[in-house]
């Protein structure tokens, strides 16, 4: 009985493919309350609703902390249905350890260290936005959250590499600024970590203007990482959206052999 409970929980969390009621419904439910906690969170942040629904707040986190960990003890539980995950122990260790495991755990861990702990006013407000977690939940119902998982993955290593490309370049932007302004503008950049945060501003093309160079050298070295940050920074667009082609087109290919005969190639009504 309390296998047949453990399969019919894994069916209907797990192998939602088969597109029952039941599972659509469960995963319905569990989006609007990962929706609902959202909205709860922006919403607590304005004092005069904050202080005119405490009571409300407090009782939909109670229940929605109740959910939330009912539902990761019952992944937990059934993860050894899993082949990954086999084995009574081991199996459920290596799924906890899992992105999508830890997310869960994150997202009702804030709840519990005031049980535990001590924590003044300000930590518990960032224990409260630790709650946004959840909003990372909905990669499990929403697909195109797991497609941009999909194509992160698999561009992973161009990635890292456009990555570690970036940071030199930013190290040697601050760098070699710092060499051409801290002299004329110290307050501004007085060491290389400050003359950082202009390289960012400007790599990125955000330019704030809280700083920026004013010696001749200093304008000719931003003029032209500016222009190097407007490539640099393309790189990663470009590298996601074609991953995003290559994952639609991919999608298509599937759906097509899904529909088509495995043995004469005609469409299958």
Not at 42 to 55: F, Q, R
Not at 149 to 155: D, E
Not at 216 to 228: E, H, R, T, W
Request: glycine share 6%; proline share 5%.
């Amino acid at each position: 009985m309390l296998e047949q409970l453990k399969f019919k929980i894994y069916d209907v969390l797990v192998e939602t493919e088969d597109g029952e009621t039941i599972d659509r419904i469960v995963a319905f439910l569990l989006m609007l309350l990962i929706m609902l906690n959202v909205i709860a969170v922006v919403l607590e942040s304005v004092d005069s609703i904050a202080a005119s629904y405490a009571s409300e707040f407090y009782y939909f986190e109670i229940f929605s902390v109740a959910v939330f960990t009912l539902e990761y003890l019952l992944r937990l539980w059934i993860a050894p249905l899993d082949p990954r995950y086999s084995g009574a122990v081991r199996g459920r260790i290596r799924y906890a350890f899992t992105p999508m495991a830890v997310i869960d755990l994150l997202a009702i861990l804030p709840a519990f260290i005031p049980l535990f702990f001590a924590v003044d006013l300000r930590m518990m407000r960032v224990l409260r936005l630790f709650r946004l977690f959840r909003l990372l939940k909905l990669g499990r119902y929403v697909d195109s959250l797991d497609s941009l998982g999909r194509v992160v993955r698999a561009k992973r290593e161009v990635l890292l590499v456009t990555t570690t490309m970036i940071v030199i370049l930013l190290l040697f932007a601050g760098s070699l600024m710092y060499a051409a302004e801290s002299d004329a503008q110290p307050d501004k950049f007085p060491d290389i970590p400050s003359a950082l945060w202009w390289g960012i501003a400007t790599l990125t093309t955000v330019g704030y203007g809280d700083v920026f160079p004013i010696t001749p050298l200093g304008k000719l070295l931003g003029g032209a990482i500016a222009f190097l940050g407007i490539g640099m920074f393309a790189l990663p667009a470009g590298i996601l959206a074609s991953g995003f082609a290559e994952e639609v087109e991919r999608r298509r290919a599937k759906a097509r052999a899904a529909s088509t005969c495995p043995h004469c190639g005609e469409p299958v009504e």
